[in-house]
């Protein structure tokens, strides 16, 4: 394994796959994040570099991986000004794994294309032990030779891997996945707040839901913490509001009215505001079960 290996974005998914590649005998020479303290302890703890610029990263690797935050952090990463990212970067590739817009993926390419670089999307569906793993869901969009290319290390970050097309679309599939499960993660909140208002069991109420035509994948990994009030941080609620705000802006290019999405980003929204938005997805049931925002304001 000779390809050096350097992240832009240590939080919670950057470290961890960084710690996987490492294990894997990448050798991960660099790390950034505006975070200094963050890239600090993750240099320290696997023994490379805490660049100081976006640069030193590209210097230092053949691979970049980035997972910044939005489309804006992705933006402003892809520059070609002396110190940015693309600065010198002929030759490398860029893996971006952020949930961002499609055209925020479409305009990296483009970028590091004309900077004689070349780019991935890595669209992630999985959470942070996944990342830590290895065991990540991988959807890839770009040129399909440099995907083929690319494969063995996104092998070691992945138990599925599938190559989506061009630029562009595993963003939008990315999106798609997130809409539906952060409308998925609403309607089990509001299901399991009415069957506890009821006075029912709600470990039965859940055993019911996993058996007919409620059931759903949010059923087994948010079930059990909405009903035993624990959101320790996988996909907060901000995320989950962002993510949900790009599929909405999507369909109204489309032309599309997406009422269960609106209302599913309405509700992230409100965790935001009420300061409840670091808490994991699954904090959404903190709005639909009755006394609970009462009991957190006193």
């Not at 990994?221 to 989950?240: K, V």
Request: net charge positive; with cysteine.
């Amino acid at each position: 394994m000779t390809e050096r290996i350097g992240f832009v974005g240590v939080g919670r998914m950057g470290s961890n796959m960084a710690r996987r590649l490492k294990d894997c005998g990448y050798p991960v020479t660099a790390v950034y994040d505006v975070r200094k303290d963050a890239a600090a302890a993750l240099a320290q703890e696997l023994g490379c570099r805490a660049a100081t610029t976006l640069s030193e990263i590209t210097d230092s690797a053949d691979v970049i991986i980035t997972v910044v935050t939005d489309d804006k952090a992705m933006a402003k990463i892809f520059t070609s000004k002396k110190g940015g990212l693309l600065h010198k970067a002929a030759g490398k590739l860029f893996i971006n794994c952020a949930t961002v817009s499609p055209e925020a993926q479409i305009n990296a390419y483009k970028a590091a294309k004309k900077a004689g670089a070349d780019a991935l999307e890595g669209c992630m569906a999985a959470s942070i032990t996944q990342a830590r793993e290895g065991t990540l869901y991988l959807m890839c969009g770009g040129d399909e030779a440099t995907f083929n290319g690319a494969r063995p290390l996104l092998e070691k970050l992945s138990s599925n891997l599938r190559y989506i097309g061009p630029v562009g679309q595993a963003a939008r599939v990315k999106l798609l996945v997130n809409m539906v499960m952060n409308i998925n993660t609403a309607g089990l909140a509001e299901g399991l707040g009415l069957a506890d208002a009821l006075g029912l069991d709600l470990a039965m109420v859940r055993e019911v839901f996993s058996q007919t035509g409620a059931n759903a994948r949010v059923l087994q990994t948010d079930g059990e913490d909405m009903q035993n009030r624990e959101h320790s941080c996988f996909f907060s609620g901000a995320h989950a509001a962002k993510d949900s705000g790009l599929a909405l802006a999507v369909g109204k290019k489309m032309k599309l009215d997406l009422p269960l999405a609106a209302a599913t980003k309405k509700q992230y929204d409100r965790m935001v505001k009420l300061g409840l938005g670091e808490l994991d997805k699954s904090g959404i049931a903190e709005l639909t079960f009755k006394g609970r925002l009462k009991k957190r304001k006193k």
